[in-house]
């Protein structure tokens, strides 16, 4: 069982930049892919990147370029460095994880969720 542990939330002006880490126990790290989803006011959950243990990122079209994921397999922690932040990126941000990419994104969700971190963009 995969425990996630989410920090860094906070608020922040429109223009600025946060970190949030998301630090994991409780299972082997390298084996999963994880992932970063949000849930605004009202909306629902939204997939925003993830990372496979390869390195390699996928990010959803409205954090391109403005957002990077990372991990750090030494301390089982993954990263999403938010850069250029909208008021529009306001929204609890939750760490997620699966064995798989695809059912990460599934509707059914991935297998494990951090508890969520808040996040609030003023304008």
């Known amino acids: 069982q995969l425990q996630l542990v989410e920090s860094g939330g906070g608020l922040v002006q429109a223009g600025g930049s946060l970190r949030l880490s998301c630090a994991a126990s409780g299972g082997t790290f390298s084996r999963y892919v994880m992932g970063w989803f949000r849930q605004a006011p009202g909306k629902e959950r939204e997939f925003v990147a993830m990372?496979?243990?390869?390195?390699?990122?996928v990010f959803a079209d409205s954090v391109k370029g403005r957002f990077t994921i990372s991990r750090d397999n030494a301390k089982n922690t993954v990263y999403l460095q938010m850069n250029s932040l909208k008021a529009e990126d306001t929204a609890v941000y939750y760490c997620?994880?699966?064995?798989?990419?695809?059912?990460?994104?599934?509707?059914?969700?991935?297998?494990?969720w951090g508890q969520g971190t808040q996040v609030t963009v003023s304008s």
């Open positions: 990372c496979w243990n390869s390195g390699s990122t």
């Open positions: 997620a994880a699966d064995h798989s990419g695809t059912r990460l994104r599934a509707p059914g969700g991935p297998l494990y």
